[in-house]
């Protein structure tokens, strides 16, 4: 018996993530084996494929779009690189180039380090680590070409200064690696010299580090022989330097009258651009988002923030597998009509029973609000999440997690196979090393109708994230509500200004990731009276930053504390966009609990259970939110895990900020030997910590009033949106979301006096 594997064969993705009227969106499409797929745009309304859930509901929006368009294969020029244009001052008939370099994978194979070679291989000088790890320089003349090696291996993660010089008068090229450490039975020092004929001609010819400039294909530039590791403070000199030379000289800076160019990591931190801060300023760009803010060769350990000490963060750590924008050539385009309602849509592209959905928000007219209520899509979260590889990388760990055998998808199949799709910010990198930005501009697998997640329930049952989130848009359409559609990059942009046009903001399942122009606009629209509804659970956990000169990328440290998949190296704390420190906004006296009311409890992905009313749900405060219901037992139903109430868990704590008029109205029982709390929780590890054991570890269901004559209800619950639809949506879930929205859209302020 032979089984194909299921293969995903469209792929895709859009320039914008949401437009309003009158803008301009486009969508870029790669197909393998397909001659011809047809688009058209659609309205997404369900796609909750459980067997309890709504199924796929989908409404058609005749548009321009509608049509057959060509299939082809866009490739991806993935990797990190830097390139240097042309300068005619980067030629010089004898030179010397070095860097401090950090190797990740010394034996992975020919990694570039720095490079100034014609893409043939028929003139320039390129200097790489070779198939063993050893530091090579390569020098092509007219007369052929040459290659020396120390012959030595490099050291994983070890910093070394490596170079080489060229004297172009007798022919000779010499190579030296100096590492900065050495051990007892591990002297990694090297040098080797050779003989060349002939001179090098360089001229009109490009520089790159950590890779070979290869061609330009539209707006796409390749590169080849992808190195892994730091690079710190490049050089190059006229003239020939012995080794020990030129790393005495190495940082003697612009005094140097040999100096041709002296590339500094540290500056222009915050965007892609290199800067040559030599009289040359032969300054260069960087493809593919590599790691900056990274501590460099003359790291002291005395300052931790990279821009209390610049000169010692000049590294920037490249990888094999970064990518950015894709950089697609555009299949079609979408120009937002006038009367085309604020919502969810995706474009569809289909050929058979290939098809691949890329979703998209319409915004309301720029500066205007077309209703009361506005579904806030928690995007950073999904772009936080964007083509994880937790079941094919993490193996049995994320067994243990749904307590099951992991579901992988066609989705899966095809990001296990193609690593220049890029990794979630929960993925490592080929050499180990965590995933700090992940950028929206390439097809992200994950973020799609009807696609659930590997490891969250048994076999990856359970909708998750945007397919998770979609039961809102199902219950508001269906309960005649009108709402407004804007995303957490909406609201990076506008802050408060978004949210200000809106009586209620509702929150989707998962809204992990906040900006500090986020949080703080939202915090400030609670302030003056706005009322939330915050649906999900382990929300406004980690602190993100988005960049205005790289639209479309989000970066994240995943530091200091928290539940993480990869831990940022000490002293990488700080945020390279913005400098601002990374990590938890609990750690930077912003915890979600005083902000919602409850915060992070715990974690668990094999089933979900429901919630029991308290005392205090008796509370004449609370009466609105109840009215009709008289069960005990809220929400023990729902395509998410069984119940209303699991996955992610947020609990009340006045001790961790939950404000003192917090209500409780109800809390979970019966969560599973499977959910553990973060690591944040866990002062002193005990066989009690896990969810059968601690109760602590709990969904509440909270109201609260503000001072401003608002009010927040929080769900503290992941699984929450996935008992909504159930019974056509006639359940207590439902009923308690109808009672909320009623009175959060009445504009009768809520009062605070006892
Ligand atoms: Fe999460």
Redesign the pocket.
């Known amino acids: 018996m032979t089984a194909e594997l299921p293969r995903k064969r469209i792929i895709g993705y859009a320039d914008e993530l949401s437009v309003a009227p009158g803008e301009t969106i486009h969508f870029m499409a790669s197909c393998e084996d397909i001659t011809a797929y047809d688009a058209s745009i659609v309205r997404l309304i369900s796609a909750d494929l459980h067997p309890d859930g709504r199924g796929w509901i989908e409404e058609h929006v005749p548009s321009a779009v509608d049509n057959s368009y060509p299939g082809r294969v866009q490739a991806i020029a993935a990797g990190s690189w830097a390139l240097v244009p042309a300068m005619p001052c980067l030629c010089a008939e004898s030179f010397t180039v070095a860097a401090w370099i950090w190797p990740t994978t010394p034996g992975k194979g020919h990694q570039i380090i720095a490079r100034r070679m014609a893409p043939d291989g028929s003139r320039g000088w390129s200097l790489a680590l070779d198939a063993n790890g050893a530091l090579a320089m390569t020098v092509a003349t007219d007369k052929g070409s040459v290659t020396v090696s120390t012959g030595t291996p490099l050291l994983e993660r070890v910093w070394c200064h490596v170079g080489a010089s060229v004297d172009g008068d007798a022919g000779h090229v010499t190579v030296w690696q100096r590492p900065r450490k050495i051990w007892p039975w591990h002297d990694t020092h090297g040098e080797a010299s050779a003989s060349f004929e002939g001179h090098i001609e360089a001229g009109g010819l490009t520089l790159s580090f950590a890779g070979a400039h290869e061609r330009e294909e539209g707006r796409r530039t390749f590169a080849s022989g992808h190195y892994n590791g730091k690079i710190d403070a490049p050089r190059l000199w006229r003239g020939v330097s012995s080794p020990g030379d030129a790393e005495a000289k190495h940082d003697a800076g612009r005094s140097d009258l040999a100096l041709i160019a002296a590339w500094d990591f540290a500056d222009a931190m915050t965007s892609d651009v290199i800067v040559d801060s030599s009289a040359n300023m032969a300054h260069g760009i960087l493809f593919n988002v590599p790691t900056r803010a990274m501590k460099g060769h003359n790291w002291t350990g005395d300052v931790l923030d990279w821009m209390a000490a610049p000169e010692q963060y000049g590294a920037i750590h490249f990888h094999d597998d970064d990518v950015h924008d894709c950089g697609w050539d555009v299949d079609f385009e979408l120009t937002v009509p006038d009367d085309m309602p604020s919502g969810i849509y995706a474009a569809k592209l289909g050929s058979g029973d290939d098809q691949d959905h890329i979703p998209f928000v319409v915004l309301p007219p720029r500066g205007q609000a077309t209703a009361d209520v506005l579904f806030l899509m928690p995007s950073a979260?999904y772009m936080?999440?964007a083509n994880e590889h937790s079941s094919s990388h993490g193996g049995g760990f994320m067994q243990s997690f749904s307590n099951g055998l992991s579901g992988m998808s066609a989705q899966d199949l095809l990001l296990n196979e193609r690593a220049d799709l890029g990794y979630s910010l929960y993925d490592v990198h080929s050499d180990g090393s965590g995933v700090a930005y992940s950028s929206r501009l390439r097809p992200i697998l994950n973020m799609r109708p009807g696609v659930t997640n590997s490891w969250v329930g048994p076999a990856g049952t359970f909708p998750w994230q945007f397919n998770a989130d979609l039961p809102l848009v199902d219950f508001l359409t269906h309960e005649g509500i009108a709402f407004d559609v804007a995303t957490d990059e909406d609201l990076d942009n506008e802050g408060l200004g978004l949210l200000s046009r809106y009586r209620v903001v509702l929150t989707g399942s998962?809204p992990?990731y906040y900006s500090k122009a986020m949080l703080d606009g939202l915090q400030a629209f609670i302030d003056r009276g706005g009322r939330l509804m915050y649906l999900g659970g382990?929300g406004f956990?980690w602190r993100v930053a988005y960049n205005p000169d790289m639209p479309g990328v989000m970066e994240l440290r995943r530091g200091e504390d928290g539940?993480r998949d990869w831990v940022a190296e000490g002293g990488e704390y700080y945020q390279s966009f913005d400098g601002a420190y990374g990590g938890m906004w609990e750690r930077q006296g912003r915890p979600i609990h005083a902000l919602a009311g409850v915060g992070m409890a715990g974690?668990g992905f094999d089933s979900s259970t429901y919630y029991r009313r308290t005392e205090a749900s008796r509370d004449p405060r609370a009466a609105f939110i109840f009215e009709g219901i008289d069960d005990e037992i809220i929400g023990d139903f729902g395509t998410v895990g069984g119940g209303a109430a699991g996955i992610?868990v947020d609990r009340c704590d006045h001790g961790k900020g939950s404000p003192p008029n917090t209500l409780v109205l109800a809390s979970s029982e019966g969560l599973s030997d499977t959910y553990y709390p973060g690591p944040e929780e866990i002062d002193n590890a005990s066989p009690l910590i896990d969810g059968s054991h601690n109760p602590n570890l709990r969904a509440d269901l909270t109201f609260m009033e503000t001072n401003g004559g608002g009010a927040v209800f929080s769900t503290g619950s992941i699984a929450w949106m996935g008992s909504l639809t159930c019974n056509g949506f006639d359940n207590n879930v439902a009923q308690i979301m109808r009672n909320v929205l009623k009175r959060f859209r009445d504009a009768e302020t809520f009062g605070g006096s006892d």
Do not use: K, L, T
């Open positions: 979260s936080a999440y998962h992990e382990n956990y539940i974690q992610e």
